[in-house]
């Protein structure tokens, strides 16, 4: 799930610095986000491209059963907590970049059955590979759909904090209510055994994008100087998670 922050002033923090420090942390940010998602996106298709049977193994396993599902929800919260620690740590940069990069791989990981779902809901693994309806096939036309949604959706809600200037931390609290309640929905589904449909994926969305807003504000005036890979990876997260439930949303509208 999507990375909270603490909305607690630091000391150093961006807000206290001049332009010229700000807008070199901004830059830093991103910039380690983008290589972040570029490296996310090798990871994951490269693990279905050359690394196809341990990818449909593992799928196979995590879709078995609601149990070994929740494991993999489990596994991804864990991850996600190690690996912030890690990017957060003070005392080593290589640190940083280890948490950063086991979140880039994990997620990556842990990816791979909804993209085989959508692979082989949408056409097949041979059309898939053989690149046809205009040389994606359909599930990775669909895919790379998903893929541009997510980007425009995190584009259009940082450009609006940016161009506004205005303080999201007061979603905070709302926020992490609402987070705890969606992961009382699922693990209630994977107990109960209730589908979670196209509505529960669009609340998801927004929840996600109201986590854009409120990080970002923290990003323009929380983050110490020296936190910017902490504050990729927490964006990362977000983003990640969002890419799953514009899947998500997309498979239950297309529902056949």
Same mark, same amino acid.
């Given at each position: ?28 940010? #991103? $910039?380690? !986000? +983008?290589? &972040?998602? *570029? =490296? ?6 490269? @693990? ?48 940083? #970049? $280890?948490? !950063? +990069?086991? &979140?880039? *791989? =994990? ?6 059955? @909804? ?142």
């Amino acid at each position: 799930m999507a990375l909270a922050q603490t909305a607690r002033p630091i000391e150093g923090a961006v807000a206290t610095l001049g332009v010229s420090d700000r807008v070199q942390f901004l830059r830093k940010t #991103y $910039l380690h !986000l +983008g290589v &972040a998602l *570029v =490296a996310f996106a090798a990871v994951t298709a490269g @693990m279905m491209r050359f690394m196809t049977e341990t990818s449909l193994k593992f799928s196979a396993w995590a879709l078995q059963g609601r149990w070994n599902w929740l494991m993999v929800l489990g596994m991804f919260m864990v991850v996600g907590y190690v690996a912030e620690k890690l990017a957060r740590s003070n005392s080593s940069k290589g640190l940083q #970049y $280890l948490g !950063l +990069g086991i &979140a880039v *791989v =994990a997620e990556g990981v842990l990816l791979q059955p @909804m993209l085989w779902l959508v692979v082989l809901k949408f056409g097949n693994v041979e059309q898939f590979f053989n690149g046809a309806d205009g040389g994606l096939g359909t599930g990775g036309k669909v895919i790379l759909e998903a893929a541009v949604i997510t980007i425009a959706i995190f584009v259009g809600l940082t450009v609006t904090v940016f161009t506004t200037k205005k303080d999201f931390s007061f979603m905070r609290g709302a926020l992490g209510i609402c987070t705890f309640a969606a992961l009382g929905v699922i693990i209630a589904s994977m107990i109960f055994g209730f589908h979670l449909g196209a509505i529960f994926s669009g609340l998801m969305i927004l929840l996600m994008a109201g986590y854009v807003l409120y990080q970002t504000s923290l990003v323009m005036s929380v983050f110490p100087p020296s936190g910017y890979v902490a504050a990729a990876l927490m964006l990362f997260s977000t983003i990640a998670t969002l890419f799953w439930y514009v899947l998500r949303l997309m498979m239950e509208l297309n529902r056949r």
